[in-house]
């Protein structure tokens, strides 16, 4: 019998839906920030972090970039998390805006900025950050350290971009100074634009952007280290800002056809939240005309449809989706429960990669499940073909007929049995 260690399949599939969108060169790199305009264009990156801490990439997923707008959200979580939320609400709306991110707007009623995911609502929540009185530098620095214990590393400032994109901030200008002659920010205009742009500077890869957002979805637990960073509350809010205007004038399609709290950049990076179970992030400089990654967006999709990310599915999911692990003479019988989608069957993979198997015959029973994802049928398959390559023979439990012709990928099939216990007799 083979004792090679069972590994996790994720990366490959990951790599597969890189290559489906590799060829796909529409869209273009922002033209406004002369860095980004010569950028490279074919970077692309994905990259996926559990709320166990769990960590999946494939890619340029180390390549460093700046964070641009996708530092919104956790901007207004520090500044929701230092002020309270009763004093930020007073600052920046919640509404969406259906407007473009640098549309000179604000609420008709109270003067607010919509939203904090706009740039006037994301200059506005900058400026309440380690309080109105703080220099640039200090304020900056609090919010490159928050950033870095979100991501489990030191991150840095990208200071070249941050100057050059100072030089044609125009617009934002604009902004600060509206927002200033209405009270909103106290600062002066051009002090207040640096802050934000800055803050935009902070370099990230998309690993570092999966941690991040992980820890949103952890309730404001970081995966990684442990640390409570956000309250549950401030996480909730966050992800809320998110899904409801996180992709600009595209935000009400997405919710309908992707369903996850997501927020884009111009620079190339995109992130969501599935809350409770995972962050996500890609990476691809192309944009489309709302200003979000062309084959991020695409492979969203496609995460989203495979894996049973969608908000509003009605899917029977559980936490646990190995119900039992039980050893019958030379034969170890695992049962899973509730729907199958991702965080299903990697529980299932890292539950069997823990085990250590006796005996010679593996049965899974599969009759508490209702339905499988197509990731969750993938994960699960491979999960049982590594299995039965480390030596041991192997069977499915399947009276409703879930997984009919459960064939593995290398063309092979598994034998099906009416009842555990034939399995055991069988020997």
Not at 89 to 118: C, H, Y
Not at 223 to 228: A, D, I, S
Request: proline share 5%; glycine share 8%.
């Amino acid at each position: 019998m083979s004792t090679h260690p069972l590994t996790m399949p994720i990366p490959e599939y990951f790599e597969e839906i890189l290559e489906s969108v590799r060829s796909d060169v529409s869209g273009e790199v922002a033209q406004y920030i002369p860095q980004l305009k010569d950028a490279d264009p074919n970077p692309l990156a994905l990259a996926m972090c559990t709320v166990d801490g769990h960590i999946y990439g494939a890619g340029d997923d180390e390549h460093e970039f700046t964070m641009q707008s996708i530092s919104k959200p956790f901007a207004y979580a520090l500044a929701l998390q230092e002020q309270g939320p009763e004093k930020v609400f007073a600052t920046v709306g919640l509404e969406p805006s259906g407007e473009a991110f640098n549309e000179l707007s604000l609420d008709g009623n109270t003067n607010r900025p919509m939203n904090p995911m706009i740039n006037a609502g994301a200059i506005a929540v900058n400026q309440l950050i380690n309080g109105s009185e703080s220099s640039v530098e200090d304020r900056v620095e609090k919010i490159r350290s928050y950033f870095s214990a979100l991501a489990g590393r030191e991150l840095n400032i990208d200071r070249q971009l941050s100057e050059t994109e100072i030089e044609g901030a125009d617009r934002n200008l604009s902004i600060a100074h509206m927002l200033r002659n209405y009270g909103i920010i106290e600062d002066d205009a051009h002090d207040a634009v640096l802050s934000y742009t800055l803050q935009c500077s902070v370099k990230v890869t998309a690993r570092d952007l999966a941690v991040m957002t992980a820890t949103l979805a952890a309730g404001g637990t970081q995966p990684l280290t442990g640390e409570k960073l956000v309250d549950a509350r401030v996480a909730r809010l966050v992800l809320s800002a998110m899904a409801s205007a996180g992709m600009y004038d595209e935000a009400g399609q997405w919710l309908a056809t992707v369903g996850i709290p997501a927020k884009s950049g111009v620079s190339g990076g995109l992130v969501g939240v599935l809350p409770g179970q995972l962050g996500l992030a890609t990476f691809s400089p192309r944009l489309n005309s709302q200003g979000n990654p062309v084959r991020g967006v695409e492979i969203f999709k496609a995460l989203s449809e495979d894996m049973g990310l969608h908000l509003m599915s009605a899917e029977l999911l559980t936490q646990h989706a190995v119900r039992a692990i039980e050893e019958r003479g030379d034969t170890t019988i695992i049962q899973l429960q509730g729907a199958m989608n991702f965080s299903a069957a990697e529980n299932f993979l890292f539950t069997v990669t823990d085990h250590d198997f006796t005996g010679e015959k593996v049965v899974l029973d599969i009759s508490r499940v209702p339905m499988f994802r197509p990731m969750g049928r993938r994960l699960v398959k491979e999960g049982l073909r590594r299995i039965r390559d480390n030596g041991f023979q192997i069977a499915i439990y399947d009276p409703e007929d879930i997984l009919p012709d459960f064939d593995f990928s290398d063309g092979t099939e598994s034998p099906q049995v009416d009842d555990p216990e034939e399995f055991v007799v069988l020997g």
